[in-house]
């Protein structure tokens, strides 16, 4: 299957999960589209002062991969600042919330996993 980028549908969010600002998730393909165990398959984009507050992921686990800009990850209690290239891993019933933490937008991959 194919998919051009118009075709993806976009979702805004205000403060997800308690954070701020307006989150853009362009979903590259939905849940039914896919044949394996995958929540979500997404490219999220964080404006400056935006935020993805804490949240846990039980039976499942995500991965952020930094695509463009700047992120503050808190990770299971740990703080960390990402770049480009950068990836977090977070599941069995650990938390974690992502914040823009530059003067550009945050773009980055975002995948959730069920077992």
Do not use: W
């Amino acid at each position: 299957m194919i998919k051009t980028a118009e075709q993806m549908r976009v979702e805004l969010r205000e403060r997800m999960r308690g954070g701020t600002g307006t989150v853009q998730i362009m979903h590259v393909f939905e849940q039914e589209e896919l044949q394996g165990k995958c929540r979500l398959l997404a490219r999220v984009t964080l404006e400056p002062n935006t935020s993805i507050g804490p949240h846990p992921h039980d039976s499942e686990e995500e991965v952020y991969y930094i695509l463009r800009g700047r992120a503050r990850v808190m990770d299971d209690g740990q703080e960390r600042e990402l770049e480009p290239g950068d990836a977090v891993l977070t599941g069995g019933g650990r938390s974690h919330a992502i914040a823009n933490a530059g003067d550009e937008p945050l773009e980055f991959m975002a995948v959730i996993l069920t077992y």
